[in-house]
Structure formats: C-alpha cells, structure tokens
C-alpha cells in the first residue's frame, strides 16, 4: 500500500501533483511519500509485536537520506549501519546510538575506533580477526564493545546473485561450523561482550522458506554454544523481505513472516534484532523523470528519458524492472524501449515494454525507487548528482539539493607540473 496515485488524471504523491514538483525542482528527482514511510514501519512493527522482545534497525544503506532517518526515529527505529559515515547519518537524525548496529566485512580500524567511542549498542562481528581488533580497540579505550557474531548459514536465499550473502561461497560472517569456536574465543577477551548471533542471508526475498531454514541452523547453533556455558541474550535475524515491483507480485507480508519468526523463536528467550531496508522504503519513493525525445527504432521506438543508470542503478546492476507511468497519460498504450542519455547500453531502463503513450517534454514516474535509489546514485557522464524530495499531505521541501557538476568540477585540480 502506498500513497502515489491519479487525482484528476495527473498521479499525485498524497496530495501534492507530482508535476507541480518537477517543475519547481527540474528533473530527474527522487519523491519520497512520508505518510507511505510512516506507514510501513508501523505495519512493521505492529507485525512484530507478537514477539516478546525486539529491536528494529533500519537498513540505512537502503536509503540513507537525513529526512527518512529523522522519520524513522520517530517512529521508534535504530539503525542498521555499515560505514562510519552512516553512523554519523544515524546520529544525525537523532537514533540513539545505542540503536545501532554496525555490521559488514571491511570495518576499518578507525570506524571501529569511532564507534566505539559513540557507544554503539552492538557490532555484528564479520570475522574471528574483526573481533579480535574490536577487543583490542575497546579495552585500550577502557570501554567494553557489544557484539554479536555474524554466521553464514549456508542456505540459498533464492534471490539475485549479486544480493544474495548467506551461502559458503559469499563473503559474509564467519563459517556455521566455525562458529561456535569463535563465539568462545572472543568471549574470553577483554573489551568484548559477545552477546549473540547475527544473520541476513539476502535481499528481495520472495519467499519465507529459505529465512526460516536460517533461523532454525541459527536456533541450534544458538543452543550449542549456550551448552558450552556461554550467554546468549541478542540474535539478530538481518532483513531481506522483499516487495513487489510489478503491480500483480505478491509477496510475503510483514504478519507472515512475524508468525514465521514466533513459531521457529518460540523458546529461544532472547532480544530478536530486525534489519529491514527495503521492505520499509521501496514502495514509499518514485523516480521522477522527463521525456528527452522519443527515437524511431528498427522495431520498437526509444523513450529517451532525462533519467539514467546513474540516477537509478539497479536496473543496469541486476537487471531489475522498474513500472513506469506517464504523470498524465491520456489513455493510450504503445510497446517502447525506455534508456538513459549515457554513454554506454546497460543505460536501458526497459526494452520491450508496454508503457502509457509519451512524448518529448512528457513526466513519468519510475515506482517502487525508494531503497537502493538515490543512495547508489553517482555522477558517471558528469551528471548531476541526483536530488530527493519527500512530501507530507500537500506539503513538500527539497531533502537532498541537486549537487551540480560545476560543483563536482570546482572539487578537482589539476598539479602544478600540468599548469600552462
Ligand atoms: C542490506 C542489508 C540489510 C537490508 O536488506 P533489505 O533487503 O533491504 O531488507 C540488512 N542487514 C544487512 C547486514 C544488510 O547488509
């Protein structure tokens, strides 16, 4: 359920017309509907509040604009983080950093220097080596770091390869029959409190079976590792729903996999960790995009659109389908290739596709843009860096300015030996 819809046959974000946006900000630019954010964390933590004791952390690489953090921590959330620069985001916003969770496989010395200072509230621990460093940085502070140890269930998550992080072969956690080892070795150092176990095997899940294969190995190691007398008071179940990006998929809801998680957690007595991203911001943002020009093709025409793989990756990066909808389309269909104006074919939005009927100076929409959008965007072609609106009723402001590439350029220099 979201909030972009047609009033009138010009599709609004609430109650703002998308059009009256893209003609005071330009195009492209992200919209970001708040009651459509503030909607799904509600039915997300209403889905979960069948369990005994949770804590959600929003996935921030998702979507890590400064306005959807400060609504989420409204709404209750901390943060899931992976860089220290989406720590101080998080921070920004005002999540306690007692909320946070830092977690990937490449935290340098120095991010885990300055998050242990922030008294982040637990690191999701990669590698026996990661831990180690953490020990040793934490006890030089004087400071004890919460972690918990991130395994690799080595279950198929049945997702693209390219997110798909729990089986053997990919980089995440440490291996499930190394793990219990490796919880007590880091246990017994200083500057450490080990205090559970992680997992998130993947993202745009569409199916429970494979999260509730990972949990249960997660149970038993759980048990295993109580058994040798160590404690166990966190587990941390990752995120990775997935959501519909055509209007006809259905996937899991927040209520299923809530009764999923009840049913295999049921005895576990512990504090269940949540790290939704997308399932919380996909549908809650569009993709605003003008018609440069339609082009005859050999077979099918071009809609050229001001919009590209810069802007919006995922369709380059995994192939992924984005719907696309005329802001005010007059009824009429017509099959279309959709591109980008870069330099190279993976620029392709579409091919194929029966869209509504635009043509030069048209706006349209790409839906569901709101996780892995904006915050993958880049520059390449020296274009600018794509700007982000968010929009409350029929109240709207710029949360992201246009970063132009004048200001991109005045950031480089060019040496003294290259000087005329
Ligand atoms: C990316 C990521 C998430 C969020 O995944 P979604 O599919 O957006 O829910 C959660 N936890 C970790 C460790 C991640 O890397």
């Not at 621990?125 to 006890?139: D, K, Q, T």
């Not at 693209?160 to 990919?170: L, R, V």
């Not at 100076?361 to 993958?376: C, H, I, K, P």
Request: charged share 20%.
């Amino acid at each position: 359920m979201d909030h972009f819809h047609y009033v009138d046959g010009v599709l609004h974000a609430e109650d703002t017309a998308i059009s009256a946006i893209a003609r005071a900000v330009g195009t492209p630019v992200y919209i970001y509907s708040a009651a459509t954010l503030t909607r799904h964390a509600r039915v997300f933590r209403e889905a979960l509040s069948i369990l005994p004791s949770t804590h959600i952390a929003f996935a921030v690489k998702s979507n890590p604009n400064l306005a959807v953090l400060k609504l989420l921590a409204r709404e209750g959330y901390g943060a899931d983080v992976v860089s220290a620069g989406e720590m101080d985001r998080a921070l920004a916003a005002g999540i306690p950093a007692e909320g946070v969770v830092f977690s990937g496989v490449g935290k340098t010395a120095d991010e885990l220097t300055r998050a242990v200072k922030a008294g982040i509230g637990q690191f999701n621990i990669e590698s026996e080596e990661e831990g180690v460093e953490l020990a040793a940085i934490a006890a030089s502070l004087g400071l004890v770091a919460h972690a918990a140890l991130r395994v690799n269930p080595d279950v198929d998550a049945g997702t693209h390869a390219k997110i798909s992080t729990g089986m053997a072969e990919n980089k995440f956690g440490v291996a499930y029959d190394r793990a219990a080892g490796i919880y007590a070795r880091l246990s017994a150092l200083p500057g450490i409190q080990m205090r559970g176990l992680a997992v998130h095997i993947g993202s745009q899940l569409s199916k429970l079976d494979p999260l509730e294969a990972a949990f249960a190995k997660m149970g038993e190691l759980m048990r295993s590792i109580r058994a040798q007398g160590l404690s166990i008071t966190h587990m941390d179940l990752g995120g990775g729903i997935g959501v519909p990006y055509k209007a006809d998929e259905v996937f899991p809801s927040p209520a299923e996999y809530a009764a999923m998680v009840a049913r295999v957690t049921a005895d576990w007595g512990v504090t269940l960790m949540f790290e939704p991203g997308r399932v919380i911001a996909g549908n809650s943002g569009v993709l605003v995009t003008e018609v440069v020009r339609v082009k005859e093709g050999v077979t099918t025409p071009f809609v050229i659109v001001d919009a590209a793989m810069n802007d919006l990756a995922r369709p380059a990066l995994y192939g992924s389908w984005h719907d696309f909808l005329a802001v005010e389309p007059n009824g009429e269909k017509f099959t279309a290739n959709i591109v980008g104006p870069i330099c190279e074919s993976s620029d392709t939005f579409a091919m194929g596709r029966e869209i509504d009927v635009v043509k030069a100076g048209d706006l349209a929409v790409f839906r569901t843009a709101g996780a892995y959008g904006a915050t993958m965007a880049n520059t390449y072609n020296s274009r600018a860096l794509v700007p982000e609106v968010m929009v409350n009723g029929d109240q709207w402001a710029v949360v992201a300015n246009r970063i132009d590439p004048a200001a991109i350029l005045a950031a480089e220099q060019v040496p003294d030996w290259l000087a005329d």
